[in-house]
């Protein structure tokens, strides 16, 4: 659970009237985030609603993932990250939205809840047709230690994108294990991106 501090740390700029927004109950801090014209006030009801713990909040917040806002993306991201378990459901549905900014911020979302239940979904983020999709998912899995999603991520190190297998390896060191072990070995052989030859022996000391 995040702590106090942390909240602190990814609150956002407090808009003009974010004392009266601080006032409001659940339902006008989503109506703040549907319809407000300013994405200042709707980065902060997302803070709020994120603040609030509240699962009657999770759809609203999915639903600003594909804000036009990159700020507001990000802050639902947190504030989905901060309700936890209870988000995952919803986040691993909206894996499959077709906005892959969506997607995108719901694997980020994924990998901060950082659950056994997040595996599936980010797994399914590993094939995803867009690039920033398939790194963030490897990156949520990085830290999950799941030795079910060595397979996938070693389809990754042979990805066209060099962000993604630069996140796979990282990722698969993280693991450890002789199956990830041989796949690097392996890849450092072939590979001759040189950042990511050095971040693969990193992965194997």
């Known amino acids: 659970m995040t702590n106090d501090n942390s909240m602190e740390k990814n609150a956002p700029e407090r808009p003009e009237h974010a004392g009266e927004l601080e006032k409001l109950g659940l339902d006008g801090l989503v109506n703040a985030l549907q319809n407000s014209t300013d994405p200042k006030v709707r980065q902060y009801a997302a803070y709020l609603l994120g603040n609030a ?7 609203p917040l999915v639903e600003a993932l594909a804000d036009f806002d990159k700020s507001v993306r990000e802050q639902a991201t947190l504030a989905l990250s901060r309700i936890g378990k209870a988000a995952i459901e919803p986040l691993a549905e909206a894996m499959n939205e077709p906005k892959w900014q969506t997607r995108y911020r719901a694997a980020e979302a994924l990998g901060k809840i950082a659950d056994e239940k997040a595996v599936k979904p980010l797994i399914q983020g590993l094939k995803d047709n867009r690039d920033h999709v398939r790194y963030m998912a490897a990156k949520g899995l990085k830290d999950l230690g799941d030795s079910n999603t060595i397979e996938p991520l070693i389809i990754l190190l042979k990805d066209e994108n060099v962000y993604v297998r630069m996140m796979s390896v990282r990722a698969l060191g993280a ?17 001759t991106d040189e950042k990511i030859r050095a971040a693969i022996v990193e992965a194997l000391t």
């Open 175 to 191: 693991i450890g294990g002789t199956q990830a072990t041989e796949a690097l070995n392996a890849t450092l052989a072939v590979e």
């Open 53 to 59: 713990h509240n699962p009657r909040a999770i759809q």
